[in-house]
């Protein structure tokens, strides 16, 4: 059974940093195309950064030189290092893996950035 369980999240004030993890089981992570989204309250699902199974990695325009995705040799965990947080960073953030026929998605860890 594939389960995606992310970590790392809480209160942060602005400027601050938090590191996300997402680790898998019943996958390895570095043979997938792996993604983090964010959804804030009230607003769409939306694309934060992905590594390829190539370890490539992309950011949105939004989060570009302030966020980092990494993953772990031994194929189980993905981070994603948050720095320079923004008030409008705030969101439940989640980690995904394209499987090919299908998404499979974490529950999502919260993140909250304030004063």
């Known amino acids: 059974q594939v389960q995606l369980v992310e970590s790392g999240g809480g209160l942060v004030q602005p400027g601050g940093s938090l590191r996300l993890s997402c680790a898998a089981s019943?996958?390895?992570?570095?043979?997938?195309?792996m993604g983090w989204y964010r959804q804030a309250p009230g607003k769409e699902r939306e694309w934060v950064a992905k590594?390829?199974?190539?370890?490539?990695?992309n950011y949105a325009d939004n989060v570009k030189g302030r966020f980092t995705v990494s993953r772990d040799n031994d194929g189980r965990t993905v981070y994603l290092q948050m720095n320079t947080l923004k008030p409008e960073d705030t969101a439940v953030y989640l980690c995904?893996?394209?499987?090919?026929?299908?998404?499979?998605w974490g529950q999502g860890t919260q993140v909250t950035v304030s004063s």
């Open positions: 019943g996958l390895i992570i570095s043979i997938y195309n």
């Open positions: 590594i390829t199974r190539a370890g490539t990695t």
């Open positions: 995904a893996a394209d499987l090919g026929q299908r998404i499979q």
